[in-house]
């Protein structure tokens, strides 16, 4: 059974127009261990699903079950019969007519319709890795034209690209809302670019796109090799720039690192200024669960938060993917979300840490703070082993799924209170350089 969680997943990612437009009211026509059959009406809906949301559902999906294979087909809600779910043919293949893929969304609401709400400046937490890259793009959106033009935004995967240049668009239509935004993913550009070539209405995709005063274009990477789109896009650029019209570009490659991208092209992208994301700190990605908990209305303790954050360190996609997961997986088992729950859920999530026991925990911390595992097990109260001890059983509790109790046994036969306040006295201290380096050694350790 996938729906029921992949819906309260994608109810976060999506936004809410898009969520009870597309996911809603889509028909689970099977849904089994190793495949999930969804239903759209017609052959509209499947095109445009599969342009826009197929990826993400398909992302969402894989990572519940690496195996699990998504079809989409389509499915009039009537013809729906759970006795007979191979009724209708594979729409996979089926060519099916192609309409013009315009900018806006089908039902005709300006092109910033598109722009997510929860995308916001507000709602982007900043710390040391991403200050920069937030500060420009707030001076852009405070300045569009004139701030710094082009504003290149580079970063890894699932570091908020696409998060800051919404927040840009956001921000610039909250200011001026009469301003004409378009914000569009580089795929979307090239495939209005191949239909208006292929249906000759390229006058059309080309006012589209030169006549706003802001144009966004997410994950630019994907332009490289394909020369049509270049040469569409420089042009646009040019008559943007010439204009002191806004242009910001998002990308998971600097502009020299990127193969098959025409010079002309890479030198217009240092024209302007070029930021980066760098992966959140630990603090940062706290501030990003809690904050995230906060907005969804998911009741998360300190632990748990903590947790979370620690499980996943370079990609904010994946962290609040955990997030999401243990909420869901708590409300739809109606269990609260305690650190048992976070951790089962979690384990397959995280599976090179499930393999970990306490000894080897053990055995590793020892070997950092060169002491003897007797040293640890035994009531000597030396700072020099009293903090090892502490560590040690503070990374059993996050690395494993022992209870309190069995750690503390594991630990010389402690009382579970003690292991209950080393997990704490760590957790809270962890904003120590030194301790932190300590436990982040330790766990480089135990993954080599
Ligand atoms: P990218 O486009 O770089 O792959 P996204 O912008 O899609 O990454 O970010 C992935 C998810 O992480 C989004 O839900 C986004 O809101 C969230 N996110 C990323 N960075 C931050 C941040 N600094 N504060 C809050 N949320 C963030
Ligand atoms: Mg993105």
């Excluded at 009469?178 to 390229?202: L, P």
């Amino acid at each position: 059974m996938h729906w029921p969680e992949l819906q309260q997943v994608l109810r976060n990612r999506l936004n809410e127009q898009a969520f009870a437009t597309w996911i809603q009211p889509m028909r689970v026509l099977r849904d089994e261990p190793d495949s999930l059959v969804l239903g759209l009406p017609d052959v509209f809906g499947l095109d445009w699903f599969t342009n826009h949301y197929r990826d993400v559902l398909e992302e969402e999906l894989k990572r519940m079950n690496p195996h699990a294979l998504l079809e989409l087909r389509i499915e009039a809600p009537e013809e729906v019969s759970p006795e007979a779910p191979d009724a209708s043919p594979g729409a996979e293949d089926r060519p099916g007519p192609q309409p013009l893929q315009s900018p806006t969304p089908p039902n005709g609401s300006p092109a910033n319709a598109v722009i997510q709400d929860r995308y916001t400046f507000a709602n982007f937490i900043t710390g040391p890795s991403n200050q920069l890259a937030a500060a420009a793009a707030h001076s852009v959106s405070e300045n569009p034209g004139r701030a710094y033009n082009p504003l290149f935004v580079f970063g890894k995967a699932g570091l908020g690209k696409t998060h800051l240049i919404h927040a840009v668009g956001h921000e610039i239509l909250r200011k001026n809302p009469k301003a004409r935004v378009q914000y569009q993913t580089t795929e979307q550009f090239v495939n209005d670019v191949v239909h208006g070539i292929q249906t000759k209405r390229m006058a059309e995709i080309r006012r589209i796109y030169r006549s706003c005063d802001v144009l966004l274009i997410d994950d630019i990477q994907f332009i490289a090799g394909k020369e049509a789109s270049q040469d569409e896009f420089f042009h646009t650029f040019n008559t943007l720039h010439a204009a002191q019209k806004q242009v910001v570009v998002t990308s998971d490659k600097l502009p020299h690192e990127m193969k098959d991208l025409e010079e002309r092209i890479r030198s217009r992208f240092q024209w302007g200024l070029i930021v980066d994301l760098q992966p959140p700190e630990l603090e940062t990605r706290l501030a990003i669960v809690k904050k995230k908990a906060e907005t969804d209305g998911i009741p998360l303790g300190d632990e748990v938060a903590m947790f979370i954050a620690q499980s996943v360190r370079s990609n904010v996609r994946e962290l609040e993917g955990c997030l999401i997961r243990v909420s869901a997986h708590a409300t739809l088992s109606r269990q609260p979300l305690t650190m048992e729950l976070a951790k089962t859920v979690l384990k397959d999530v995280l599976p090179s840490r499930s393999r970990l026991t306490c000894d080897t925990i053990l055995k590793a911390t020892a070997t950092h703070f060169d002491v003897k595992i007797q040293d640890l097990k035994s009531s000597k109260r030396a700072r020099a082993i009293a903090l090892p001890r502490q560590v040690a059983m503070y990374l059993c509790r996050k690395l494993t799924s022992a209870s309190y109790p069995e750690i503390g046994r594991a630990l010389g036969g402690r009382d579970h209170t003690t292991a209950i306040n080393a997990f704490k006295r760590v957790s809270e201290r962890l904003a120590e350089p030194e301790l932190r380096r300590h436990v982040e050694q330790i766990e480089q350790l135990l993954q080599e």
